[in-house]
């Protein structure tokens, strides 16, 4: 069962999209919400400034919450591209390309900001590198981090061989289906200093050259109940990556 303060955000958000709540206009006061809910000032507090953070809702002192005027959370459908070459495999200059992922797994991997994020409890991180290949040539490094004391020594043992992170991390659904977060920013290889010093045998295979242009995403994933469970880093070629995003009317 979601936490109340959950429940609220949902409901919130819900009554947003629909058009109930417009942009601009005001929404339940505090003491509405916890007549409403039933719960404490703490809970609806939490649910309020949450919805502030993500850019929902904006909060005037002394007159109330309001919805954003520059709402920006219109639904959109989102979609990244992969290798521009996969796009090709069907004409027949591409059907000899060959696409493969190597994976290597680190155990013990300290990193005081990822385990506290994770909500570690000291025993260290569990980090799976992969490098994603176009015949011999690497387009894109992935970074995963989940915490040690989630993975039996068997477990670590199977991603060795390419086995998944979601299975042997007993969850029902794909990492990729649960609730996530993601910062996308483009930059220069060089300036990713911290994210590739983590992964220094492994990018002795990437022969990109220190000044390249890259697309950088840190995602977060979160179980059901929103706690925090894999965080990721992920380094891609500028010539291998795209969005396409498709918007809804308000």
């Known amino acids: 069962m979601l936490p109340k303060y959950e429940m609220i955000k949902n409901d919130l958000i819900a009554a947003i999209d629909s058009g109930k709540f417009q942009p601009g206009e ?38 109330g919450t309001f919805v954003r005027k520059n ?25 000899n390309v060959v696409e493969k992922t190597t994976t290597t797994v680190n155990t013990n991997i300290r990193n005081k900001r990822i385990e506290q994020y994770l909500m570690g409890s000291g025993k260290g991180l569990t980090q799976v ?34 086995g998944s992170l ?37 990018i002795q295979e990437v022969n990109w050259p220190i000044n390249l242009p890259v697309v ?12 925090p469970i894999e965080f990721s880093n992920t380094i891609i070629h500028h010539n291998y990556y795209s969005i396409e995003i498709e918007s809804e009317g308000m």
């Open 216 to 227: 950088t995403i840190d995602r977060v994933s979160f179980d059901d109940n929103g706690k």
């Open 129 to 162: 590198v992969q490098l994603a290949m176009i015949d011999s040539f690497v387009w894109k490094i992935q970074i995963r981090y989940v915490l040690s004391d989630l993975l039996s020594d068997e477990a670590v043992d199977k991603l060795k061989e390419g």
């Open 71 to 95: 709402y920006r959370h219109k639904k959109v459908y989102f979609d990244e591209g992969g290798p521009l070459v996969s796009k090709k495999k069907q004409e027949d200059s591409f059907s």
């Open 166 to 202: 979601s299975k042997e991390l007993k969850l029902e659904y794909n990492l990729t289906t649960l609730p996530m977060k993601a910062d996308i920013k483009f930059k220069l290889l060089a300036q990713t200093a911290e994210v590739i010093q983590m992964i220094d045998r492994e």
């Open 26 to 63: 005001k929404i339940f006061s505090e003491g509405e919400l916890k007549k409403i809910y039933q719960v404490s000032s703490t809970t609806v507090v939490r649910a309020l400034q949450d919805l502030v953070l993500s850019g929902y809702l904006i909060r005037k002192q002394g007159e």
